[in-house]
């Protein structure tokens, strides 16, 4: 049997490089590796179809299949998550200390219905009781004007977005005081900056992320792998194939982090950052596949109903191709 040519787009994360590199192989597919930005993955995914194999915004994936359109079906390997309480930051001279201080502000985000996004609105509502509805949103660029929403919503009443002038960005309108703080996946550039009047939200977000992890054991997905949905239709041994060589890619790639008799990311105290990680959510604290974390997508997809960007409220399993959610013992 000839090797299928799949085109690949993915980050150039460490838990993708062994795959990237070929010491792991994906069974019958000869990968064609693009490492692109999520950014650029999700926009030709949703808009063109552009990839046979990529990251997908788990939100607008999510949009998608209550929809039923989407082009892709998702396998439960999660290329990136991470802890959202760095993605709000605020202007400091506004008077915004708490969480509630957030009430009837100009908040500004590069797109609503980003993950990001998602779990961000969905802690500030769970945990300190701030609706949507009670922030105006202000929808641009982080630094170049005019972007849009990949996805059509379908908000609740109440739920305010207003789109960003023309030549607007919303680093740009933090940084000259026209909005109270911007909310997103990204930290805009002029918090980069290390712009005196900009700070996050939380003074100190690690700390309340792994408070918040204590409570609700939720390590937030932000993306999942999707296969265009025809050629699984057409190759049902592929959905298993792919998860079993992301799998075996990440457990490499962490048996190489363990290893710090010369570690191997630009970064001091790994061994000790490794260590605290493993203590605090397990020895497999990023594992893939669903039984794992159902609770996770419980959690989300309940906040993604509510907050109106999903149709219908989407149970975990209608998200992956059957094939991968059992796996064979021996």
Same mark, same amino acid.
């Given at each position: 049997?000839?090797?299928?040519?799949?085109?690949?787009?993915?980050?150039?994360?460490?838990? =993708?490089?062994?795959?990237?590199?070929?010491?792991?192989?994906?069974?019958?597919?000869? %990968?064609?590796? =693009?490492?692109? !930005?999520?950014?650029?993955?999700?926009?030709? &995914?949703?808009?063109?179809?552009?990839?046979?194999?990529?990251?997908?915004?788990?939100?607008?994936?999510?949009?998608?299949? @209550?929809?039923?359109?989407?082009?892709?079906?998702?396998? $439960?390997?999660?290329?990136?998550?991470?802890?959202?309480?760095?993605?709000?930051?605020?202007?400091?001279?506004?008077?915004?200390?708490? $969480?509630?201080?957030?009430?009837?502000?100009?908040?500004?985000?590069?797109?609503?219905?980003?993950?990001?996004?998602?779990?961000?609105?969905?802690?500030? !509502?769970? +945990?300190?009781?701030?609706?949507?509805?009670?922030?105006?949103?202000?929808?641009?660029?982080?630094?170049?004007?005019?972007?849009?929403?990949?996805?059509? /919503?379908?908000?609740?009443?109440?739920?305010?977005? +207003?789109?960003?002038?023309?030549?607007?960005?919303?680093?740009?309108?933090?940084? @000259?005081?026209?909005?109270?703080?911007?909310?997103?996946?990204?930290?805009?550039?002029?918090?980069?900056?290390?712009?005196?009047?900009?700070?996050?939200?939380?003074?100190? %977000?690690?700390?309340?992320?792994?408070?918040?992890?204590?409570?609700?054991?939720?390590?937030?997905?932000?993306?999942?792998?999707?296969?265009?949905?025809?050629?699984?239709?057409?190759? %049902?041994? #592929?959905?298993?194939?792919?998860?079993?060589?992301?799998?075996?890619?990440?457990?490499?790639? /962490?048996?190489?982090? &363990?290893?710090?008799? @010369?570690?191997?990311?630009?970064? %001091?105290?790994?061994?000790?950052? #490794?260590?605290?990680?493993?203590?605090?959510?397990?020895?497999?604290?990023?594992?893939?596949? #669903?039984? &794992?974390?159902?609770?996770?997508?419980?959690?989300?997809?309940?906040?993604?109903?509510?907050?109106?960007?999903?149709?219908?409220?989407?149970?975990?399993?209608?998200?992956?191709? $059957?094939?991968?959610?059992?796996?064979?013992?021996?």
């Amino acid at each position: 049997m000839a090797k299928l040519q799949l085109s690949i787009a993915i980050g150039p994360y460490d838990r =993708m490089r062994p795959l990237v590199d070929g010491e792991v192989q994906i069974d019958a597919v000869d %990968p064609q590796f =693009m490492l692109l !930005e999520p950014e650029e993955i999700f926009f030709r &995914a949703f808009r063109h179809e552009a990839f046979d194999i990529c990251e997908l915004s788990l939100s607008s994936y999510a949009v998608r299949v @209550a929809k039923g359109d989407s082009p892709y079906i998702a396998v $439960p390997v999660f290329p990136s998550r991470a802890f959202r309480h760095t993605c709000i930051v605020v202007r400091t001279d506004r008077g915004i200390a708490t $969480p509630a201080d957030l009430r009837g502000r100009r908040i500004g985000i590069p797109e609503y219905q980003l993950t990001a996004n998602v779990w961000a609105r969905a802690i500030l !509502e769970e +945990e300190y009781g701030v609706r949507p509805a009670e922030i105006t949103w202000v929808r641009g660029g982080y630094d170049t004007p005019g972007r849009v929403e990949k996805i059509s /919503l379908n908000l609740p009443p109440g739920v305010v977005i +207003e789109n960003a002038p023309e030549g607007a960005t919303i680093s740009g309108m933090l940084a @000259a005081g026209e909005l109270d703080g911007v909310m997103g996946p990204r930290a805009p550039s002029c918090f980069e900056r290390g712009d005196p009047k900009i700070d996050w939200l939380f003074p100190d %977000p690690t700390a309340t992320a792994r408070d918040w992890f204590a409570k609700t054991r939720i390590f937030p997905v932000m993306h999942v792998l999707g296969i265009r949905r025809s050629l699984a239709e057409r190759h %049902p041994w #592929l959905p298993g194939a792919v998860q079993k060589a992301f799998e075996r890619s990440k457990a490499v790639a /962490l048996a190489k982090l &363990a290893d710090t008799s @010369a570690t191997k990311v630009t970064l %001091p105290f790994v061994e000790e950052n #490794l260590r605290a990680a493993r203590r605090l959510m397990g020895e497999d604290f990023f594992s893939y596949g #669903l039984a &794992a974390n159902r609770h996770v997508f419980e959690w989300f997809l309940r906040h993604h109903h509510a907050q109106g960007l999903s149709s219908r409220l989407l149970a975990p399993e209608e998200l992956f191709h $059957p094939a991968t959610l059992e796996a064979h013992k021996i």
